[in-house]
């Protein structure tokens, strides 16, 4: 599947309307991002039934404001409307099929159990 370009009009939309959407926040200047880019667009195409979408920290500054992004690239994973995982840096090719598999294995009745307690 392809990457699409999240932006302030379609990301409530994206979360919202899908089961698993993994996010990339990234910055054309930032070094570390266009190392993990590829990564990130090999890895969608064998995830069809995955959103994988990119978030332009330049552009979507209200995007990355919301989401506190302090460090690019950052992944953030939502599962049925939750954040159900975030974390700043590279993730190595090998290690995002696992992230993903933890993912899809996660006990979402449980989760909302968790969150609600917060």
């Known amino acids: 599947m392809a990457v699409v370009v999240a932006t302030r009009e379609n990301i409530e939309d994206l979360v919202e309307q899908n089961n698993?959407?993994?996010?990339?926040?990234?910055?054309?200047?930032?070094?570390?991002?266009?190392?993990?880019?590829?990564?990130?667009?090999?890895?969608?195409?064998k995830y069809e039934d995955i959103i994988f979408a990119k978030v332009n920290t330049e552009v979507e500054k209200e995007i990355a404001a919301h989401f506190?992004?302090?460090?690019?690239?950052?992944i953030m994973v939502f599962r049925?409307?939750?954040?159900?995982?975030?974390?700043?840096?590279?993730?190595?090719?090998?290690?995002?099929?696992e992230?993903?598999?933890?993912?899809k294995?996660?006990?979402?009745?449980?989760?909302?159990k968790t969150k609600g307690k917060s």
């Open 20 to 45: 698993i959407v993994i996010f990339d926040f990234w910055a054309p200047w930032c070094g570390p991002c266009k190392q993990f880019g590829p990564i990130f667009e090999a890895t969608s195409d």
């Open 68 to 74: 506190s992004i302090r460090s690019i690239p950052t």
């Open 80 to 97: 049925e409307a939750m954040l159900v995982f975030a974390q700043p840096g590279v993730i190595p090719e090998n290690a995002i099929g």
């Open 99 to 103: 992230l993903i598999e933890k993912i």
């Open 105 to 112: 294995a996660l006990d979402m009745d449980e989760v909302k």
